[in-house]
């Protein structure tokens, strides 16, 4: 069946109406007391937010001079003006932001590895305020910034015996952390912002390989203390933890756990060992992983980790803010930098679930996906191109001044956004759409994106009714497809994305193209197709690299019904949508272009501003949004997958995800197929 | 005269500030021990060794050319000239400092930041 194409501005109209009309009432669990929300939509509405947001108290946001309290992030996301570095003597701020649309919802995580060092070196009079540690740090944040990051197990010796001190420390910003999500959460009937506690557990290994994760709690019932990765050394332990002090010890305490960057992890994210034993997944563990981590960070201001055209994948579009490295040693050091393979990769490791769901009968990495931007700078949401100001965190040091230069690493970007599609703004309404995996990604604009699949959706459901038919006939994003009714029974994926119309100030950007993404394994492979479904390719659309003014036609949204032409019944397999913006500028053209940086004439290159000619990276960027998958598993094995004998005589059910590892790519199978 | 070294970070500046900071990761690694901190102090030390080395053989050499001039006027504008450069190019902000925590490029004068 060929993919329905529509005008969009035809439906333009019906498809808002889709968000409104009335629907049956689903159930929610509710665990807080809280007013019932005056806008609950039963169809679901999309809610944007910023779930990576560092403040003050992470050690890398401190020594980059942030000041930035968590209410004051609360306050900042809400629309409030926020405050950076460089700060005067007399404490105002060299430069002020503001967001022009509020969020919907945000979480402040900060690292919860050295709360009570940073805590304590900023406190005068507490117990090793005055230690060496602390007096560097006061004196050269950069130098401390190394040596204190990379501080593992026994804590410092300024800690106190057993880290006693620090850990006490801690307690502080924790509790101030808390009491500012709670002084920020709409409570009342209006439901206009949603606050989540959380933290980041921030465990790197092996030439500083990325594992970090952050963790979103449902409500106010929380852990006495955060987990961190001085403590909890493993994604393993960082589970027991949770278990033992959340779930198993306060009521009504849940956590959703969300691995990010996996770009930087040098392989090791979605490796098909168990970190703690070095042992093969077992089905326990895969069922345990999928039951914390439902949701992946997709997009984030440390690039994009969906996938790298040349690392497994021959996907055109998979060429964007992409790290020319895998792991943070090699932003530092050069020697030390390696290309990024397929295994950093969230398409791999979305296929390698598949091939685990055939292995173990349990999918480890059955993700959802989400964006967000990990500001250091507590600037959550804050993710326009246009003036980035920098991240803060490992990138350029501020200080006293602001300095003549790119204020990020030229690889860095403004970061993503994290979509939910939920009932209501309140946290029991998105924390239930994130365990069902009902979320999506953007890399910036505020594209709601929206996918269905089911056996019987109808083709022509792209109109008014769009969402009553999708949750009808099918399944929502995040779910199971379930078994085919019937012999010759296909796939049926509907998928709408509705562009950001943007600000008076800043209008939004056209939509260029909307494509199906399809993983699957067969024949000892990981497979791909990415099918252009809506929009157009070719449209000419372009931007004016000096003036930045966008040109050429594009869509205010996009949807399609697409029907696998080449389902097989016996396969595993996954669907998930992406759509694409018209060509804009990237962050770094437009502080070029201030800085009147024109690579023609040399003498306009200034230090600090060499990246602005670096052919390595673009000048221009297509942002998008992703959904998450739907998920297809066979209610048998098929063939291929059957009984095999290894070379050590060994037998193993099926094809195992180390073999696909060993193959390292992912079979394009086509693209671009209208 | 500005060299190149690694300290967590790339580095261009004089060797001072390479002594400097690696007394600070030799504090740290009085007070705290650790292997980053001994590992970071180790290359400070060799890094320092290794440039102190080169720059005393090249003054060596240097001296032993300025021997050879037999004219005193000549000798001492030799002298002077390379003495200007030395001071000139220190006072230029011509050294990347990303370990700085106040500004990207400084002079001898920020060397301590």
């Known amino acids: ?79 409030a003006p926020l405050g950076l570095q460089p700060f005067s003597p007399s404490g105002e701020p060299g430069r002020t932001v503001q967001l022009a649309r509020p969020l ?39 130098v401390s910034f190394f040596f204190m990051n990379a501080r593992g197990a026994p804590r410092f010796r300024f800690c106190g015996e057993g880290g006693s001190d620090c850990l006490a420390a801690a307690r502080g910003p924790w509790r101030e952390m808390q009491e500012a999500a709670e002084a920020a959460y709409d409570r009342s009937s209006a439901c206009r912002f949603t606050t989540f506690v959380g933290y980041e557990w921030t465990k790197s290994v092996e030439q500083a390989s990325n594992l970090h994760r952050n963790v979103i709690f449902r409500n106010a019932a929380v852990p006495v203390q955060p987990a961190s990765a001085v403590d909890a050394l493993t994604p393993e332990d960082l589970w027991d933890a949770l278990d033992t002090q959340c779930r198993a010890a306060v009521p009504g305490c849940d956590a959703v756990v969300i691995p990010h960057n996996s770009n930087l992890s040098g392989g090791m994210m979605f490796a098909p060992d168990e970190l703690r034993s070095g042992t ?23 690039g994009d980790s969906e996938c790298r055209r040349g690392a497994g994948t021959n996907d055109e579009l998979c060429t964007s803010e992409l790290l020319p490295y895998d792991t943070f040693m090699g932003r530092f050091l050069s020697l030390a930098r390696r290309e990024p393979n397929a295994r950093n990769f969230t398409r791999t490791a979305l296929a390698l679930g598949l091939a685990h769901q055939v292995a173990l009968g349990v999918n480890p990495f059955r993700f959802g996906l989400i964006g967000s931007t990990d500001t250091h700078l507590g600037a959550a949401g804050l993710v326009e191109e246009r003036g980035h100001p920098g991240h803060g965190g490992a990138g350029i040091p501020i200080g006293e001044q602001l300095p003549d230069a790119l204020l990020d690493p030229i690889e860095y970007n403004p970061g993503g956004l994290a979509g ?30 929206r996918l269905f699949a089911g056996w019987r959706l109808d083709a022509k459901m792209c109109g008014a009714d769009f969402a009553q038919r999708g949750i009808r006939d ?76 966008t040109k050429g036609p594009g869509a205010p949204q996009l949807c399609a019904v697409w029907r696998d032409p080449d389902f097989d019944p016996r396969v595993p397999a996954l669907y998930y949508a992406r759509v694409v913006q018209n060509p804009t500028c990237r962050w770094s053209t437009y502080a070029c272009n201030a800085a009147g940086v024109r690579c023609a004439d040399p003498g306009t290159i200034r230090p600090g501003f060499e990246g602005c000619c670096d052919d390595a990276y673009p000048k221009t960027i297509q942002e998008r949004a992703w ?42 199978e086509g693209e671009r197929r209208p | ?50 440039y102190t080395a080169l720059f005393y053989l090249a003054a060596a050499l240097a001296a032993r050319a300025v021997e050879r001039v037999r004219e005193p006027p000549v000798r001492i504008a030799a002298v002077g000239t390379a003495v200007f450069l030395l001071v000139a190019s220190s006072l230029l902000p011509i050294y990347q400092t990303p370990l700085s925590s106040t500004r990207l490029h400084s002079d001898l004068w920020h060397l301590l930041e």
């Not at chain 1, 094995?637 to 059910?653: K, T, V």
């Open chain 1, 104 to 142: 919907d919802f945000a979480a402040v995580t900060d690292h919860a590895e050295l709360f009570g060092e940073v805590a304590t070196c900023n406190t005068p009079g507490a117990p090793g305020y005055d230690s060496t540690v602390c007096l560097i740090y006061r004196g050269w944040p950069r």
């Open chain 1, 420 to 449: 939910i599609w939920a009932e209501e703004n309140s946290r029991d309404a998105l924390f239930e759409a994130m365990k069902r995996r009902e979320t999506f990604a953007t890399s910036g604009p505020r594209i709601a994106f």
């Open chain 1, 474 to 549: 099918g399944v929502a994003m995040g779910g199971e497809l379930g078994a085919a009714p019937s012999p010759g029974a296909a796939p049926v994926v509907a998928a709408w994305a509705l562009g950001d119309p943007g600000t008076a100030q800043s209008p939004g950007v056209p939509l260029q193209r909307l494509q199906i993404i399809k993983l699957w394994v067969a024949e000892g492979s990981p497979h791909e197709s990415v099918i252009d479904v809506a929009g157009d390719a070719e449209s000419g659309a372009t931007v004016d690299l000096a003036t930045c003014e």
């Open chain 1, 280 to 302: 093969p997944f077992t089905a326990g563990y895969a069922a345990r992983r999928a039951d914390y981590e439902r949701l992946v960070e997709v997009m984030q201001h440390k």
């Open chain 1, 1 to 79: 069946m060929a993919p329905a194409r529509v005008t969009p501005r035809a439906v333009a109209p019906l498809l808002a109406l889709a968000l409104l009309a009335p629907a049956p009432a689903s159930p929610l669990e509710r665990t807080e007391q809280r007013a019932p929300c005056d806008a609950r939509d039963p169809l679901r509405r999309p809610f944007f937010g910023d779930l990576h947001v560092h403040t003050r108290y992470s050690l890398d946001a401190s020594t980059q001079g942030t000041r930035t309290r968590p209410s004051e992030a609360y306050a900042f996301a809400r629309g």
């Open chain 1, 627 to 668: 959904t998450s998958p739907v998920w297809y598993t066979p209610t048998q094995a098929p063939a291929s997958f059957a009984q095999r004998r290894h070379p050590d005589g060994s037998q193993s059910r099926g094809m195992t995800p180390r073999m696909l590892g060993e193959a390292e790519h992912l079979v394009t």
């Open chain 2, 1 to 50: 005269m500005p060299v190149p070294f690694y300290l967590g970070d790339t580095e261009w500046a004089p060797v001072l500030r390479l002594a400097f900071l690696t007394a600070l990761y030799a504090l740290v690694l009085i007070a705290e021990g650790g292997r980053t901190v001994i590992l970071l102090g180790m290359l400070g030390v060799l890094q320092t060794a290794l």
